[in-house]
């Protein structure tokens, strides 16, 4: 039987790609092992949305031709493909096979031309453990939209992958049906910009949230990557009605000053920013705010930053992640004068974090003391790992549980938080 090895680099809508070759791959019945010495083909889809992704792709890139040997061909596909495909052809002469976004059906044919002809088919054997979904247990990403139409002027996506397209109603419920089916406990509906989704095709994001919604079963629906001036009343209706949505919204503002953000191409403003977070938090109590910024854009001043800190401790988010502005090609931000240094970039960011650790412990606060609905991620005989609604999986903290019996990793668990860490929380269960 043919196997391959797939290694996902990047963001969880890389993963989503991921999983729909395997799937698609398995129709064809090519099986996905994490053994790379099991495997015929070595599947990388690569990340190149800024340098530290790039320099990750290339280096796993290299690391995994090692293990090619006569019998193995390596494929390599995604953004960073998409971008630099001549180069990583030219700079690798270990590639087999390269593709950039979009290229599915071409990676399957040459998957199936390549393992039955006996190119490369290397079968181990011992037993294989075969993951054809390849997501956790307990949680699956949904992609409901490709591309992204904003003019950010430090991003690539639109470039990458093109404008924004929103996937058909039917395919979304579909896929959310199967994974509730096989005993998902969170569907992580995700887009470069969710709150677009629906606008090419005669729908709307809250109209497929109560869709996903109505789908008999028990599981939460989490929203990443919203835009910030596009949170309208209907979605926050949809999210304040609907006892499956997690109170938690992924708003990456990107700066908090004017100047900055006309320089970045976003809509809005701090004052538009701040006034946001306010009705959110009483329109929605007890809501979890996460945000991203970048730090050291182009002509960002110590006064730039200085607000940018000021607005932070002002509106104290719940959650928040910091970038290092990345220069790259091709995009309007990389022919702007005024490039801040790579050790001023860091120590903001540094500086930036070091702010947020104590907002975040703080707001952790309000958890203690009371009783929570959480999922299991990890489990052992005297340690358990959960998340409550307050925490996105791979990106926010966890509730420790130690001390309890074995869990199972299939159903929900009442949990009573003890005490609260800097980005974790401590409990016990109910």
Request: charge should be negative; hydrophobic fraction near 35%.
């Amino acid at each position: 039987m043919p196997y391959v090895t797939l290694v996902t680099l990047g963001c969880p809508k890389n993963q989503v790609d991921s999983e729909h070759l395997l799937r698609a791959l398995h129709r064809e019945g090519i099986y996905n092992t994490d053994s790379v010495k099991d495997a015929g083909i070595i599947l990388v889809n690569t990340c190149g949305f800024i340098n530290d992704a790039k320099e990750e792709s290339v280096n796993e890139v290299i690391n995994l031709a090692q293990h090619k040997g006569t019998d193995k061909r390596l494929v390599v596909f995604g953004c960073l493909s998409q971008r630099y495909k001549d180069e990583l052809t030219t700079e690798l002469p270990e590639i087999d096979a390269i593709w950039g976004v979009g290229k599915e059906d071409e990676i399957v044919r040459y998957c199936k031309e390549t393992l039955r002809t006996g190119n490369g088919v290397n079968v181990g054997d011992t037993p294989l453990r075969v993951d054809v979904d390849g997501a956790t247990p307990m949680y699956a990403y949904i992609k409901i939209a490709e591309g992204c139409n904003r003019p950010c002027g430090y991003c690539v996506i639109p470039s990458i992958r093109g404008g924004f397209r929103s996937f058909p109603v039917e395919g979304v419920i579909a896929e959310a049906e199967a994974c509730v089916k096989a005993g998902k406990k969170e569907l992580i509906l995700i887009a470069q910009d969710l709150t677009s989704y629906g606008k090419d095709i005669g729908y709307d994001l809250p109209r497929i949230i109560k869709d996903i919604a109505s789908i008999s079963g028990d599981f939460w629906i989490r929203l990443l990557y919203l835009y910030p001036t596009a949170l309208n009343d209907a979605l926050l209706e949809v999210v304040s009605g609907q006892g499956k949505v997690c109170k938690y919204l992924d708003i990456p503002m990107q700066h908090s000053e004017d100047k900055v953000l006309r320089a970045m191409g976003r809509v809005g403003s701090r004052r538009h920013y701040a006034e946001l977070v306010q009705r959110l938090r009483r329109d929605l109590p007890d809501v979890t705010l996460r945000t991203t910024f970048i730090v050291g854009y182009p002509g960002e001043t110590h006064g730039d930053f200085n607000g940018l800190k000021a607005f932070v401790a002002e509106v104290g988010f719940d959650c928040l992640g910091v970038f290092a502005y990345s220069d790259e090609e091709g995009t309007a931000a990389y022919n702007l004068p005024d490039k801040v240094s790579e050790r001023v970039k860091k120590k903001r960011l540094e500086e930036l974090m070091s702010i947020q650790g104590q907002i975040s412990q703080e707001r952790n606060t309000r958890y203690v003391g009371r009783r929570f609905r959480a999922i299991i991620d990890e489990t052992s005989d005297d340690l358990t790992i959960a998340r409550l609604y307050c925490h996105a999986p791979e990106i926010d903290g966890s509730v420790v549980i130690r001390g309890q019996p074995a869990l199972k990793r299939d159903d929900f668990v009442d949990v009573d938080i003890t005490a609260a860490l800097q980005y974790d929380l401590v409990g016990c269960l109910v």
